[in-house]
């Protein structure tokens, strides 16, 4: 089993930029792709960005495309998403998520889950 902490979520003004940062412990955290996903209040939670276990392979869904970066260092066993130029609409809480099969943005493939970190973007 795996463990992961979100932290980096706060409130900022659109256009501003964070850093979510996702630590995994208990299990060996290269074996795992990762994903970030979000909820909005009143909305399903939906897929953000998925980076493969060796970090060679990302996607990203079309809305956040050019704006946001995944990245991972496994040797501090930690997943980040870059948010850049950030709008209203990416207001959510965001999770992070690992799964032994591929990266992907299907919910549904990631077997554990943070608790997540909660984003506020003011226009």
């Known amino acids: 089993q795996v463990q992961l902490v979100e932290s980096g979520g706060r409130s900022v003004q659109a256009g501003g930029s964070l850093r979510l940062s996702c630590a995994a412990s208990?299990?060996?955290?290269?074996?795992?792709?990762m994903g970030w996903f979000r909820q909005a209040p009143g909305k399903e939670r939906e897929f953000v960005a998925a980076?493969?276990?060796?970090?060679?392979?990302?996607l990203y869904t079309d809305s956040v495309k050019g704006r946001f970066t995944i990245s991972r260092d496994n040797a501090k066993n930690t997943v980040y998403l870059q948010m850049n130029s950030l709008k209203p609409e990416d207001t959510a809480v965001y999770y992070c998520?690992?799964?032994?099969?591929?990266?992907?943005?299907?919910?549904?493939?990631?077997?554990?889950w943070g608790q997540g970190t909660q984003v506020t973007v003011s226009s």
């Open positions: 208990g299990s060996t955290f290269s074996n795992y792709a």
């Open positions: 980076i493969s276990w060796a970090g060679r392979s990302t």
């Open positions: 998520a690992a799964t032994l099969l591929s990266h992907s943005d299907d919910a549904g493939a990631y077997d554990y």
